[in-house]
């Protein structure tokens, strides 16, 4: 398999009692290894053989398969930055997918139990984007309440250390536009309704207390280094 589902780098009841361990058991093990199974039989070419005809299917079969194999080499990150060249048939299904896997694997590094306080680099550059922690979450949580529907709120650097917050529909991930998530808040239903309900913003302001700043202070040093990969 191209891809494979990173394990929950702490129990499912770490998060307790920001995030409750059954959201974290359904989020992990169902809606985020749904994302890497479909990313992975798409890569397999199993929509492109769905939709030919017989005749196209035996005409196209080692051309659909030749360049499929050759997209499973492919790292999440590359696949992301370059949907625009994917055939046409899985492109969609790659960008909900791959955006999954990614965005998922990403959040689930972010958070820990016992997160600390951010400091160092990271901090100065918090104090200089936004005029400190408070103001970034002020800030952030509310581009989380205003996203309409199912999608994601991020904190994007760039390559120099520039941080900016920036929500997205669905899947969608800063990868796609060469940008990446210093981190980022899953604002789908399925990541707070069954301990918040409707009440996003509440979910919003207590995800602070399970974000875990060494390894966002990480994150950070490897944009900079332009190492970071999802
Ligand atoms: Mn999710």
Redesign the pocket.
């Known amino acids: 398999m191209a891809h494979a589902l990173p394990p929950l780098p702490y129990d499912y009841n770490a998060l307790e009692p920001h995030i409750d361990e059954q959201t974290m058991r359904i989020?992990h093990d169902k809606?985020?290894a749904a994302y890497v199974n479909n990313l992975n039989a798409a890569l397999e070419g199993l929509d492109d053989l769905l939709a030919l005809s017989v005749e196209e299917l035996i005409g196209d079969l080692n051309k659909a398969l030749e360049g499929h194999a050759d997209l499973q080499s492919k790292s999440i990150e590359a696949l992301l930055q370059s949907l625009d060249s994917l055939p046409e048939s899985i492109r969609t299904a790659v960008r909900n997918n791959g955006g999954?896997h990614a965005?998922?694997t990403m959040?689930w590094q972010i958070m820990g139990p016992n997160g600390g306080a951010p400091d160092g680099d990271v901090a100065g550059a918090i104090q200089r984007d936004f005029g400190g922690l408070p103001a970034l979450q002020d800030r952030f949580n509310d581009a989380g309440a205003k996203q309409f529907g199912s999608g994601w709120v991020f904190v994007t650097v760039d390559g120099t250390g520039k941080l900016a917050i920036e929500s997205k529909p669905n899947?969608d991930t800063p990868l796609m536009d060469g940008k990446h998530a210093l981190l980022g808040n899953?604002v789908?239903e399925?990541?707070y309704y069954l301990k918040y309900e409707n009440r996003r913003p509440d979910y919003l302001k207590a995800w602070w207390n399970a974000v875990n700043w060494k390894a966002i202070g990480q994150r950070y040093a490897a944009a900079k280094a332009g190492t970071l990969q999802i």
């Open positions: 989020h809606h985020h999954g965005n998922h959040f899947q899953d789908w399925h990541a």
